[in-house]
């Protein structure tokens, strides 16, 4: 079995940007620039065949490239269930496009439809009870955070691994966008 999603990558120059936001909430754990990624679909634990069908349906997506940018920042959970911290994506037309063929793909090969609404994302910081006044400076702090765009020509299919320091994720294949 495989843990996969597939993601676009935040170039590295965008990246580091962010990681000058990374600091400042006490028990979260940041994650590294090359974790640094905007998931289309989670497709989860996935037989070795099942992933080679899904491989052969993802690389069918074909979406032009288009540009991307980031805007603000938020959280999800609430109250004392803060799970993560987050950069926001700027409304894309295409990027919901991409998603779509993503999930259609993951349904062509037999996977359930994602039960949640799509709402992309960079997950900047998990958190282990940060105090709720130190996460809520923070998001204050950080709301007016705006990227310079960039050109998505590329999204790759990830193996997710869980370790003792958080997850690592191996890129397994890239799908040109054309």
């Known amino acids: 079995m495989i843990r996969l999603f597939a993601a676009l990558p935040v170039p590295y120059d ?4 962010l990681a000058r ?28 065949p099942s992933a080679a069908d899904l491989d ?12 991307l940018s980031l805007e603000g920042v ?3 959970g609430e109250d004392d269930h ?27 090969v037999g996977l359930k439809p994602e039960g949640r609404v799509y709402r992309p994302h960079v997950t900047l910081a998990y958190l282990r ?6 996460i809520a400076a923070w998001l204050q702090g950080h709301n007016l955070l705006q990227s310079p765009a960039w050109r998505a020509t590329e999204y790759h299919l990830y193996s997710s691994w869980s370790g003792p320091d958080g997850a690592r994720y191996d890129v397994e294949r890239t799908y040109p966008l054309t």
Request: aromatic share 8%.
């Open 21 to 48: 936001r990374q600091q400042g909430l006490p028990r979260a754990r940041w994650r590294p620039l090359e974790a640094l990624h905007i998931t289309l679909r989670f497709f989860g634990e996935l037989s070795e």
């Open 14 to 17: 965008i990246a580091e940007g």
């Open 56 to 67: 052969a349906a993802l690389a069918g997506v074909t979406v032009p490239p288009f540009d």
């Open 74 to 76: 938020g959280m999800f």
């Open 129 to 134: 009870g940060s105090p709720p006044d130190r």
């Open 82 to 108: 803060m799970r993560a911290v987050w950069a926001g994506v700027s409304a894309s037309e295409p990027l919901k496009r991409l998603a779509l063929k993503c999930e259609n793909a993951a349904r062509r």
